[in-house]
C-alpha cells in the first residue's frame, strides 16, 4: 500500500501511532484506573520490543529507494528513544509528534475533560516528553 502512494507521487507518510506496531508476545491485560471503564496496558504496546526492527526493515525494503520525509505519531515517548527514531544513522523516522503536550489541561483517558494545569506543567512536559 506504501509503495503504491508512493509511486503515485507522495512525498512522505505521516505515521499515526506507529510506536504501538509492536506488542510483548503474550499480550497481558493492562492494570485497570479508578474511575475509568479501561485499563492502561501501554506499558506493553508502547515503544515494543521489535518495533525498531519494523521501521527499519520498512525503511530498507521501501523508504529508502524514494526522497520522502517521514514523520511518527509516538505518545508517550522519552526524549532519549525518540533520538533513537529520529537519528539518521539507525534509518527509522524523519521526525516525531510531541503529544503529551495537549495533556496538560485534558485528561489522558478522556480528552473532553479538561483539567488545571501550571506553567511548570508545561516545562516538564517539553523537557520530558512524558506526561506533565
Given at each position: ?9 507522495i ?21 485497570m ?16 520490543p521489535?518495533f ?9 525494503e ?53 483539567k ?15 506526561r506533565?
Amino acid at each position: 500500500m506504501m509503495k503504491w502512494w508512493l509511486d503515485k507521487g507522495i512525498d512522505g507518510f505521516r505515521m499515526d501511532t506507529v510506536n504501538m506496531f509492536s506488542k510483548v508476545s503474550d499480550l497481558p491485560d493492562g492494570k485497570m484506573i479508578k474511575g475509568y471503564e479501561y485499563g492502561d496496558g501501554s506499558h506493553y504496546f508502547l515503544n515494543g520490543p521489535r518495533f525498531h526492527e519494523y521501521l527499519q526493515e520498512i525503511n530498507k525494503e521501501l523508504f529508502s529507494k524514494y526522497k520522502i520525509m517521514t514523520v511518527g505519531e509516538t505518545p508517550r515517548t522519552t526524549p532519549e528513544i525518540a533520538l533513537k527514531y529520529v537519528n539518521k544513522d539507525r534509518n527509522e523516522l524523519n521526525m516525531v509528534f510531541h503529544f503529551e503536550l495537549m495533556e496538560i489541561d485534558r485528561d489522558p483517558i478522556n480528552k473532553w475533560k479538561p483539567k488545571e494545569w501550571k506553567l511548570t506543567k508545561l516545562k516538564k512536559s517539553l523537557l520530558s516528553g512524558m506526561r506533565a
